[in-house]
């Protein structure tokens, strides 16, 4: 058998267990099989060596040859998102493949919370995959897409696997490959036309569908009809039930609204709706470009107070007027932990010992100016800590007790001792707004520019809670108002995220800088923008913030505005001359911003501003290219009206109309047309809108098409007309009219009755 697998593995790799490390790991098990991660000896380099439940010892002959097309196969297919297969172990029998750190996909989804952003890249990564496979000549199907399938490098990069490996499910009845399916965990994937047609064959849309499931369970983060008994989700998947959506959907970033109609759009009950992965991948990438921005996601500056997070020890009423009458009538030598035991508190004295609280935090919590009085005539420690470092000065500044704090600094408390996170009592005096105590905890020496443990000073606290007489304090006594915390927000960013005006006032006279850049660099105008604080807003630009400040990624204010269609904001921000062309970093212009979230009167604001209706975004595509694609057909519409040019053509060539025909949005055709959208324009790969009308089977924009000129006959790069890719796709009704075998009487007319609802 060794021989020859050697003559029929051409440039494959033979393996044995010799050529790798003793000490195999197993990383992986299930319906699959086995993974085990193995170093090999010479190379120094980790391998997974997959070995399939029916490639074990004891295989036949034929899953061995199974096993060598399989591999010889894989092998021959090189993409960046593909799994790179290096040979074949003889002994155990399996296929060597490269390491992937990360593990699958199935295993990441329970266990760690993920970003919206990078979902995105997986889903992206994994729409290119399937493209590329998808792409091949001929087209080479998954059948088996599922996040176990799924796997991720070092570095967060999907490369997919096991791709054509059900095809060796193909020698079963239709009844044995769905049982086959159900141990290998891949029921929940397949398509319903499965199950209710026992002579369907799989195709392209086999994939597509389950490429909807999967960004079901990214999106989620939970697995599909969880809990469903085989049967049951046959039943259901073949009646058109799909996986629910979570309840608080509503409050996705609206990237994720959309992928989650790609989502509908690519588990439809009908094959011949879903689209292809050569559309998929546009919208993908489209949104992934979006998600990245600091835009999508509008709590990316999220109104999160500071606070300490510690609250004063209190104790009932009843044991605090025992206790404390005990330990002031007590001697100084008395252990006050034998007190609190003698008064049946037994469980209170246990807690109060282990946290190392003592006599004086105690009755200082308890708001008694006379017993504390007395005790510290004792000259017990003004100055001891709790547990997590309460000095009884803290405990008094915290619960707001001027005279507490006034009788500890005269016996010499430390008015700078801090807590275990920082906190000085000049932060909970700032925080509480309390001016008594921050002038007498300054009086007493505490530092007016303490910081915490996360850099916030008092000023940030009074700056953030609108506590403007402590604010003046604290300037009077010299407070930095440029300190930055960790983050590198100044007071006057926390103060104008709030919308606190006049602490923006008073800081901006103190010399706090308008363009102060946090870590991210964004400025205090950013974040009042975002948050949509306008009074704040009126103050910066008149005191002359820069309207053009940019911050990490390129966004401006006004891009900020426009994102989140704050009409009056972004005509306050061009009024101080902000500028309605900067591009971020992907390239994406207010307008772009404006024209995909559909926000019709700051596109109309903009435009009056001559705002570059044709600026070219990211991969080239115009504020009406991503109306076309995303947008509602109003927007399209205010876009034409504001002289947008119908014709351009991003990166790959493709023109608003084509966006709009692969869509399948009638009006937004319609509407181009009528702007001499040109019907003849050609995409890089040599598609006109009527190959792409063709390739959907939309009879109703297909006439349209003709009716405004197109012609039938031209070719694609490949030489393909649009009759002969509506036959390769099984377009019937298309290929019907193409061949002049449907009336055309509707084109002399328009549009046939009823168009508009076919789409």
Known sequence: MAAGMEQRLGSLTIFTRDDFEGNWLLVASGGFGQVFQARHKRWHMDYAIKCSPCLLPEATSSDVNCLIEEAAKMEKIKFQHIVSIYGVCKQPLGIVMEFMANGSLEKLLPTHRLSWQLKFHIIHETSLAMNFLHSMKPPLLHLDLKPGNILLDSNMHVKISDFGLSRWMEQSTHRQYIERSALRGTLSYIPPEMFLDSNQAPGPKYDVYSFGIVIWEIITQRKPYSGFSMMTIIVRVAAGTRPPVQPDSHEWPNETQHMAELMRCCWDQDPEKRPSFSDIILDTNLLLSLMDSP????????????????????????????????????????????????????????????????????LVAQGSVEHVRQLLAHEGDVDCQTACGYTPLLIAAQDRQPDLCALLLEHGADANLADEDGWAPLHFAAQNGDDRTARLLLDHGALVDAQEHDGWTPLHLAAQNNFENVA?????????????????????????????????????????????????????????????????????????????????????????????????????????????????????????????????????????????????????????????????????????????????????????????????????????????????AHNRVGWTPAHLAALQGNMAILKVLV??????????????????????????????????KEPAMALLDGPEPGAQTEV
Request: hydrophobic content about 40%.
């Open 472 to 680: 003046r304090l604290l300037v009077s006594r010299q407070a930095d108002p440029n300190l930055q915390e960790a983050e590198g927000k100044t007071p006057l960013h926390v103060a104008a995220c709030f919308g606190h005006v006049g602490l923006v006032k008073l800081l901006i006279g103190q010399g706090a800088g308008l363009n102060a850049q946090q870590r991210n660099l964004r400025t205090p105008l950013h974040l009042a923008v975002e948050q949509g604080k306008v009074r704040a807003i009126q103050h910066l630009l008149k005191s002359g913030a820069a309207a053009n400040a940019l911050d990490k990624s390129g966004y401006s204010p006004l891009h900020t505005a426009a994102a989140l269609g704050k009409y009056l904001i972004c005509k306050m921000l061009l009024r101080h001359g902000a500028c309605p062309e900067l591009p971020t970093e992907q390239g994406w212009t207010p307008l772009h911003l404006a024209a995909y979230r559909g926000h019709l009167e700051v596109i109309h604001l903009l435009a009056e501003s001559q705002a570059d209706l044709g600026a070219p975004g990211g991969m080239g595509w115009t504020p009406l290219h991503l109306a076309a694609r995303h947008g509602e057909e109003v927007v399209v519409s205010t876009l034409l009206r504001c002289g947008a040019n119908p014709n351009a053509a991003e990166q790959s060539g493709w023109t608003p109309l084509h966006l709009a025909v692969q869509r399948g949005a009638f009006l937004s055709v319609i509407n181009l047309l009528e702007h001499q959208a040109n019907v003849h």
């Open 707 to 740: 009716k405004a000129g197109a012609q039938l006959d031209t070719e694609d790069g490949e030489g393909c007309t649009p009759l002969q890719l509506a036959l390769q796709d099984y377009k019937q009704s298309a290929v019907a009219f193409l061949q002049g």
């Open 295 to 362: 835009i999508a996601d509008p709590e990316s500056e999220a109104l999160a107070r500071k606070v300490s997070g510690k609250a004063s020890p209190h104790w009932p009423q009843e044991v605090s007027e025992e206790v404390g009458q005990k330990l002031v009538d007590s001697e100084s030598g008395t252990d006050w932990k034998q007190i609190l035991q003698l008064s049946d508190t037994e469980s209170l004295a246990a807690s109060l010992y282990e946290n190392k609280v003592t006599a004086l935090h105690f």
